[in-house]
């Protein structure tokens, strides 16, 4: 029968096989990596960003479980805790490094990957961190029943080569991430509408080919003729990149006005793309910028057939690989410090660069000096704006004023505990209709997680996604909320009992990449000479990793730790017998040749119609 295609409507003017019941997981070739690094260590320490090969998989699950382990209880629960103690209030510099005291404000991905890179090249670093444990976004606690719980399930994908690099360095007693799995996608009322495959198991074939044809044998609620109404969305990947001003206008557009443009049936837009964004970017597509969306789905899905393949921490984050990161960090002479409020900075009147933070101990109150040669800021927008805010010397700067106009988002992340093994058809899957406006995700962790692999209850992991409508909820009425839409997707779970379940809330947690935001985001170099910005939040990266990513997150945290190296080596107070190297940042892999190539045509047919006075009708 064929369906009945209707366009998506104007905005107001305003700001077949079927799945199968089992897993297929495929082995992950970055662990046969991971396996090797333990008999030899990567010595390279070129400034330079490049490619990566992978090697034929190796079957993670052979290596050794990881030992967890959680220390410090702290506000009712066991917290991966950051040392909170130091011997006096004005901490100096740490022999030997005068003129290279760096102080980084946050612990996440960022503030980790410049902190680590900044020890081992000889800076005297320390690290603040507001919360009592590691990670940011991705860090964890216990509870005092010692259940592990985190804020949301945090994935690692194809192209996260820098990411994957550190694992492997790191040399931990086990892989700590799960082979590539597929994943489900669900409509309203559990209503299947599709799945992604494991594509590194395929024929790899040139991009976007290789993702339809894939993907068309498996099951799709949405009609082929309302999947093709794609294509000319697709052919905008060529053209938003052909010049800087291009990509303004396409970031000043939301993403849902771009697909109306370009032709996106209703259905393709209601059971596709807008669940899709929802918990890719965290917003529905009306309220993000078509320039980031596009960034996003390049780097996730379509830049190569891979890309979108997908795998996940075989436990807590915070455990397996943020404590051990912090004690690399540690014994290379940094120091990483919990409950760390910063609550200004002092500068120099002549030169205007910050010569010390001050932050305050959460536990006991005490204010502490921080002297410093250079700051790394690593938090995101809402932290950064709450700084700003406070400090004279950062709010008296444009650029550092100019992010007070971006927004962040709210993020519900729960785990709920029940009192049989249910069986469920993907082990990853994204839900639609579980609110209008919001996205959500749930997680079989019985077959992610190695604590949980011979549970005799399944346990579930399920996070919300611009949840900002059900923040004020009370926690029993979003979990029955959650528990209704898993219902619906999974019957066998009507019979099972819930027995626990942990509901934490972030307010303003994640970037929220709204249409023009891009002109008010910061680069990592700032008006104030000696302070750098690093987080996914901030633009101008040269890198691949685009919206939403840890692989993102880190690499800045790396750029920022050159761009630091690369000021205090110019220093002749500080250089004298300091030979430091540069981090090695890898790049994501190439555009394929005819993407290339569209993309030198979208360059050319732009500088051709500019020159002739024509437009493009999409912008």
């Known amino acids: 029968m064929q369906s009945t295609r209707s366009r998506l409507p104007t905005p107001p003017a305003c700001g077949s096989l079927q799945p199968t019941g089992h897993y297929n997981h495929v082995r992950n070739p970055v662990a046969s990596r991971f396996a090797q690094s333990r008999a030899q260590a990567s010595s390279s320490?070129?400034?330079?960003?490049?490619?990566?090969?992978?090697?034929?998989?190796?079957?993670?699950?052979?290596l050794a479980t990881p030992v967890m382990a959680a220390a410090a209880a702290e506000s009712g629960g066991e917290s991966l805790a950051f040392s909170s103690s130091t011997s006096s209030s004005i901490i100096g510099s740490g022999g030997g490094a005068e003129g290279r005291r760096v102080?980084?404000?946050?612990?996440?991905?960022?503030?980790?990957?410049?902190?680590?890179?900044?020890?081992?090249?000889?800076?005297?670093?320390?690290?603040?961190?507001?919360?009592?444990?590691?990670?940011?976004?991705?860090?964890?606690?216990?509870?005092?029943?010692?259940?592990?719980?985190?804020?949301?399930?945090?994935?690692?994908?194809?192209?996260?080569?820098?990411?994957?690099?550190?694992?492997?360095?790191?040399?931990?007693?086990?892989?700590?991430?799960?082979?590539?799995?597929?994943?489900?996608?669900?409509?309203?009322?559990?209503?299947?509408?599709?799945?992604?495959p494991v594509f590194s198991s395929r024929p790899r074939l040139p991009t976007l080919l290789g993702q339809f044809v894939h993907t068309f044998p498996l099951y799709w609620s949405l009609p082929l003729p309302d999947r093709l109404t794609l294509l000319p969305f697709l052919a905008t990947l060529a053209d938003y990149v052909s010049s800087e001003e291009v990509y303004e206008q396409y970031d000043k557009m939301s993403a849902y006005e771009l697909f109306r443009r370009c032709g996106v049936s209703a259905r393709a837009y209601d059971e596709f793309l807008r669940p899709t964004l929802l918990v890719g970017l965290f917003a529905p597509p009306e309220e993000l910028s078509a320039a980031v969306v596009l960034d996003t789905l390049y780097f996730y899905a379509l830049a190569h057939q891979n890309d979108f393949d997908v795998c996940w921490p075989r436990g807590s984050v915070a455990e397996l690989v943020f404590m051990p990161l912090v004690e690399r960090i540690r014994a290379a002479g940094g120091r990483v410090l919990g409950s760390r409020l910063v609550t200004g900075f002092s500068t120099d009147p002549e030169s205007g660069e910050v010569r010390s933070v001050e932050a305050v101990n959460r536990d006991t109150g005490e204010v502490f000096s921080y002297p410093t040669d250079a700051v790394v800021f690593a938090v995101g927008v809402g932290a950064m704006q709450k700084l700003v805010s406070s400090s004279p010397a950062l709010a008296s700067q444009p650029d550092f004023c100019a992010l007070m106009q971006l927004r962040s988002l709210d993020v519900v992340a729960t785990r709920l505990w029940f009192d049989r093994r249910l069986p469920t058809r993907y082990p990853a899957n994204v839900l639609s209709g579980l609110e209008p406006s919001a996205g959500a995700t749930f997680f079989n962790l019985n077959e992610l997680q190695d604590e949980y692999r011979d549970a005799a209850g399944t346990v579930l992991s399920a996070d919300i996604y611009h949840a900002a409508s059900l923040l004020p909820l009370s926690d029993e009425q979003l979990v029955q909320r959650l528990l209704a839409a898993v219902r619906a997707c999974e019957p066998g779970f009507k019979v099972a009992r819930l027995v626990d379940s942990v509901v934490l809330r972030y307010p303003r947690a994640v970037t929220h990449?709204?249409?023009?935001?891009?002109?008010?985001?910061?680069?990592?170099?700032?008006?104030?000479?000696?302070?750098?910005?690093?987080?996914?939040?901030?633009?101008?990266?040269?890198?691949?990793?685009?919206?939403?990513?840890?692989?993102?997150?880190?690499?800045?945290?790396?750029?920022?730790?050159?761009?630091?190296?690369?000021?205090?080596?110019?220093?002749?107070?500080?250089?004298?017998?300091?030979?430091?190297?540069?981090?090695?940042?890898?790049?994501?892999?190439?555009?394929?040749?005819?993407?290339?190539?569209?993309?030198?045509?979208?360059?050319?047919?732009?500088?051709?119609?500019?020159?002739?006075?024509?437009?493009?009708?999409?912008?």
């Not at 320490?45 to 052979?62: G, L, V």
């Not at 030198?600 to 500088?607: L, Q, V, Y």
């Open 513 to 619: 990449f709204s249409p023009g935001s891009h002109r008010h985001r910061p680069t990592q170099t700032t008006s104030i000479p000696n302070v750098f910005m690093a987080g996914d939040w901030v633009k101008g990266l040269p890198h691949g990793a685009n919206g939403l990513s840890q692989e993102r997150a880190y690499v800045t945290g790396l750029s920022a730790s050159n761009l630091v190296i690369a000021r205090l080596h110019g220093s002749t107070s500080s250089s004298s017998g300091w030979d430091p190297k540069l981090a090695v940042i890898l790049d994501v892999e190439p555009d394929e040749p005819h993407v290339a190539a569209a993309r030198a045509a979208a360059r050319g047919f732009r500088d051709l119609a500019s020159a002739v006075g024509l437009r493009s009708p999409l912008l």
């Open 45 to 62: 320490s070129r400034s330079r960003i490049s490619s990566i090969r992978r090697k034929p998989p190796q079957d993670a699950r052979s």
């Open 103 to 196: 102080v980084i404000v946050g612990g996440g991905w960022a503030g980790f990957g410049a902190a680590k890179h900044l020890a081992e090249q000889g800076c005297d670093v320390t690290l603040l961190e507001a919360a009592a444990h590691p990670g940011g976004l991705s860090g964890g606690f216990r509870t005092t029943g010692g259940r592990a719980v985190e804020a949301g399930m945090k994935g690692f994908w194809y192209q996260y080569h820098n990411i994957f690099a550190l694992l492997r360095e790191l040399r931990l007693p086990a892989w700590p991430l799960t082979e590539w799995t597929p994943s489900g996608f669900w409509g309203a009322g559990g209503k299947l509408l599709t799945e992604a």
